[in-house]
C-alpha cells in the first residue's frame, strides 16, 4: 500500500512537469495587461505565464517562492518597470545577467512620461491607459519578440498590426462614449492616482486620494480635500478599484454624508489588475472598455 501511495505522488509530479515544459518558450510577465499583449503579439508560439492575476496591486507586490521558481525557468521576462512593481526590482535586476528581461515602461519618450504632481521626479508607471503611449510599450514586445525568436518574425510583425488596429478603434470608440458626459461632469475620482494617462487622453479631470502608488499613505486632510472638491464642483460619484481596499473611497463618501453632500459608488473599475482569465474583462481591449462604460454610465 505504502509503495502504491509512493509511485502515485511520482506519477502527479512527472506529470505536472510535463505538462509545464509545452516544448514552446516560456514567456513571464508581472500584470495582466502585459502578458495579454504578448499573447496578441505572439501568438501560439510562446507559452504566457502571468505571475500578478485579478485584484492583485502590484505597488505591494511580494514574489513568492512560486514566482522565483517561475522567473527561473522563464526564457524571457516582461516588466512594466517605472517602479510599478517597486519590490521586485532588484530580482529584475539579477535576472538581467541570466535572460532576456524587458521593462517596456521605460523605453517610452520621456515626454510621454506623467509625473507625480506632488513630486516631479516620480514617474506615473501606469502607462496603459492611454492607449498611444500602451502601443510604444507593446512595440517593445514585438522587438524583443523578433530578436529573440526571430524565425516568426512576419508573424509578429503581422499580429502587432492587426493589434494596433483594434487599438485605435478602441481609442476612437472611447472618446465618442466619452463626449456623451456633459462637459462639467468629466471629472473621475478614485482611490488611487491610477487614472491620469487616461485623463490625458481623453479629456477628463482626475483626483486620486492616495498618490501614484496604493502604498501612499493618506490622512484626514486629504480626505477633507477630496470631499471639499466632490462638494464644490457638484459631484455625484466616486469610483472603486479591483485591486485597492475599498477603506479609502468609504472615508470620503462619509466625510461628504457628514457634509450634507451625497456621494454614490459609481462602479468598481480596473486600475492596476484586469478581470479574471476568461472573461471579456480579462483582456486590454475588454478592461478597457469596462472602464468606459462604467464611467461614462455613472458620470452622464
Same mark, same amino acid.
Given at each position: ?80 518597470? +517605472? #517602479?510599478? $512593481? ?6 529584475? *535586476?539579477?535576472?538581467?545577467? @541570466? %535572460?532576456?528581461?524587458? !521593462? ?125 472638491? +466632490? #462638494?464644490? $464642483? ?6 472603486? *478599484?479591483?485591486?485597492?481596499? @475599498? %477603506?479609502?473611497?468609504? !472615508? ?49
Amino acid at each position: 500500500m505504502f509503495i502504491l501511495f509512493i509511485t502515485a505522488i511520482l506519477l502527479v509530479g512527472c506529470s505536472s512537469k510535463t505538462e509545464e515544459k509545452s516544448g514552446k518558450p516560456l514567456v513571464v510577465t508581472t500584470t495582466g495587461q502585459i502578458a495579454d499583449a504578448v499573447k496578441e503579439i505572439a501568438g501560439d508560439n510562446v507559452e504566457v505565464k502571468s505571475l500578478m492575476g485579478p485584484g492583485v496591486d502590484p505597488h505591494l507586490y511580494k514574489a513568492t517562492q512560486g514566482d522565483l521558481q517561475t522567473l527561473e525557468q522563464a526564457d524571457t521576462i516582461f516588466y512594466n518597470g +517605472l #517602479a510599478l $512593481e517597486g519590490k521586485m526590482s532588484d530580482i529584475f *535586476e539579477k535576472m538581467k545577467k @541570466e %535572460k532576456t528581461v524587458s !521593462a517596456i515602461g521605460e523605453v517610452v519618450p520621456a515626454d510621454r512620461i506623467l509625473s507625480d504632481p506632488m513630486n516631479p521626479k516620480l514617474a506615473d508607471p501606469h502607462i496603459w491607459f492611454d492607449i498611444d503611449v500602451w502601443k510604444i510599450a507593446v512595440a517593445e514586445i514585438t522587438k524583443t519578440l523578433i530578436e529573440e525568436y526571430p524565425d516568426n518574425k512576419d508573424e509578429y510583425k503581422k499580429n502587432e498590426k492587426a493589434y494596433f488596429d483594434k487599438l485605435d478603434e478602441l481609442s476612437n470608440w472611447a472618446d465618442t462614449r466619452i463626449n456623451e458626459i456633459p462637459e462639467q461632469q468629466r471629472v473621475l475620482v478614485t482611490a488611487h492616482d491610477a487614472f491620469s494617462y487616461f485623463g490625458n487622453s481623453h479629456g477628463m479631470e482626475v483626483r486620486g486620494l492616495q498618490g501614484l502608488s496604493t502604498n501612499s499613505e493618506y490622512g484626514l486632510k486629504d480626505v477633507q480635500n477630496i470631499v471639499d472638491f +466632490l #462638494a464644490d $464642483e457638484n459631484i455625484k460619484a466616486v469610483f472603486i *478599484e479591483s485591486s485597492v481596499s @475599498e %477603506k479609502a473611497m468609504n !472615508a470620503v463618501i462619509q466625510g461628504a454624508k457628514e457634509k450634507g453632500h451625497t456621494i454614490q459608488v459609481g462602479g468598481e473599475l480596473f486600475s492596476d489588475a484586469m478581470g479574471a482569465e476568461g472573461t471579456e474583462e480579462g483582456t486590454y481591449i475588454g478592461m478597457y472598455k469596462h472602464n468606459v462604460n462604467t464611467i461614462v454610465d455613472s458620470l452622464k
